[in-house]
């Protein structure tokens, strides 16, 4: 079992940064795949981002060039680094861990809003 942690979320205007961070309770060494998916209201939920343990990625169309997932093996910790942020992106964003894809583990959740 492998609990995580979401945070960095928060309020932001239109081409701002945040840096999302994924806490994992066990070694994310021995995880296939660690992603960030987002679900804005009345949408479903989509995979945003994803790395896998031999450092691969893969982004969503929406956000290639704009956000960069990377995983800190020896802190456990997976970030989704998010810049020229555009109010579509405003939604829950959940980290999510497990095999491909990933969703056997899920965080509580962290609120991002952009605002015009």
């Known amino acids: 079992q492998v609990q995580l942690v979401d945070s960095g979320g928060g309020l932001v205007q239109a081409g701002g940064s945040l840096r999302l961070s994924c806490a994992a309770s066990a070694s994310i060494v021995y995880i296939n795949a660690v992603g960030w998916y987002r679900q804005a209201p009345g949408k479903q939920r989509e995979l945003v981002a994803a790395?896998?343990?031999?450092?691969?990625?893969n982004y969503a169309d929406s956000v290639k060039g704009r956000f960069t997932i990377s995983r800190d093996n020896a802190k456990n910790t997976v970030y989704l680094q998010m810049n020229s942020l555009k109010p579509e992106d405003t939604a829950v964003y959940y980290c999510?861990?497990?095999?491909?894809?990933?969703?056997?583990?899920w965080g509580q959740g962290t609120q991002v809003t952009v605002s015009s």
């Open positions: 999510a861990a497990g095999r491909w894809p990933p969703q056997a583990y």
């Open positions: 790395i896998t343990a031999g450092g691969g990625t």
